[in-house]
């Protein structure tokens, strides 16, 4: 039954979790989905991108809550034994990253690029095999885990699919978008009452555009220009 064979796993995720609060509380949250696509290279900027080998994707499945200790540790051991898989794994979740920033961008004004990236999602889905639980969150409430059967390396990116999967469910589609900084190339799902959010942090982007019109309200006109 899966609740017997599953036991040592859920005990897995809560020791798991507990050390990770912390650090992860520093960071202000999207939804799964679009935090992952705010970790490729256009969204770090000078950081470069986040995924820059398999280890870094599992541990930032883990520091997220995605995958729990013992099924990270579990990978990275196949990922030693299958170097070749653990590489295609990696190319597969930029893939997926990428169909999803497609899908944050341009999702809410294009059929096309939507329907891209439903297909892409559904392809993940579909070849995943595993228990699907909910388990409460240490922060209160209830999160989703999924237990995969099959290909383990295959199960890594349901939890991504799953949560942008739930966005389009919830019709957040239309509250997703870029910040409204050129430069900046960060996603977000904007929450607000009135959906007049316009950048992705008002710590960072937000400040920035204060400033500059702030600058532009001082500033002194411009000294004319004197012809000889
Ligand atoms: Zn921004």
């Given at each position: 039954?899966?609740?017997?064979?599953?036991?040592?796993?859920?005990?897995g995720?809560?020791?798991?979790?507990?050390?990770?609060?912390?650090?992860?509380?520093?960071?202000?949250?999207?939804?799964?989905?679009?935090?992952?696509?705010?970790?490729?290279?256009?969204?770090?900027?000078?950081?470069?991108?986040?995924?820059?080998?398999?280890?870094?994707?599992v541990?930032?499945?883990?520091?997220?809550?995605?995958?729990?200790?013992?099924?990270?540790?579990?990978?990275?051991?196949?990922?030693?034994?299958?170097p070749?898989?653990?590489?295609?794994?990696?190319?597969?979740?930029?893939?997926?990253?990428?169909?999803?920033?497609?899908?944050?961008?341009?999702?809410?004004?294009?059929?096309?690029?939507?329907d891209?990236?439903?297909?892409?999602?559904?392809?993940?889905?579909?070849?995943?095999?595993?228990?699907?639980?909910?388990?409460?969150?240490?922060?209160?409430?209830?999160?989703?885990?999924?237990?995969?059967?099959?290909?383990?390396?295959?199960?890594?990116m349901?939890?991504?699919?799953?949560?942008?999967?739930?966005?389009?469910?919830?019709?957040?589609?239309?509250?997703?978008?870029?910040?409204?900084?050129?430069?900046?190339?960060?996603?977000?799902?904007?929450?607000?009452?009135?959906?007049?959010?316009?950048?992705?942090?008002?710590?960072?982007?937000?400040?920035?555009?204060?400033?500059?019109?702030?600058?532009?309200?001082?500033?002194?006109?411009?000294?004319?220009?004197?012809?000889a």
């Amino acid at each position: 039954m899966p609740l017997s064979s599953s036991a040592p796993r859920r005990g897995g995720v809560r020791a798991a979790r507990t050390p990770d609060r912390a650090q992860a509380d520093r960071v202000p949250r999207e939804r799964l989905w679009i935090d992952f696509v705010n970790t490729d290279a256009a969204a770090q900027g000078a950081t470069g991108d986040l995924l820059r080998d398999f280890d870094a994707l599992v541990a930032w499945l883990e520091e997220r809550g995605a995958v729990d200790e013992e099924r990270g540790g579990g990978v990275r051991r196949r990922a030693l034994l299958q170097p070749a898989a653990a590489a295609a794994t990696l190319v597969e979740a930029r893939r997926v990253r990428a169909a999803l920033r497609a899908l944050a961008e341009r999702g809410r004004g294009s059929d096309k690029v939507r329907d891209d990236a439903v297909a892409e999602i559904n392809r993940v889905l579909g070849r995943s095999a595993g228990t699907r639980r909910i388990e409460p969150a240490p922060e209160g409430g209830f999160t989703r885990t999924f237990v995969p059967t099959g290909d383990a390396f295959a199960g890594l990116m349901i939890p991504i699919v799953e949560s942008a999967a739930d966005s389009l469910l919830a019709a957040e589609l239309p509250r997703v978008r870029r910040c409204a900084d050129p430069r900046c190339h960060r996603v977000y799902l904007d929450a607000t009452k009135n959906g007049l959010r316009r950048w992705c942090d008002m710590g960072t982007c937000g400040n920035r555009a204060k400033a500059a019109r702030h600058r532009a309200r001082v500033a002194p006109p411009p000294a004319p220009v004197r012809r000889a």
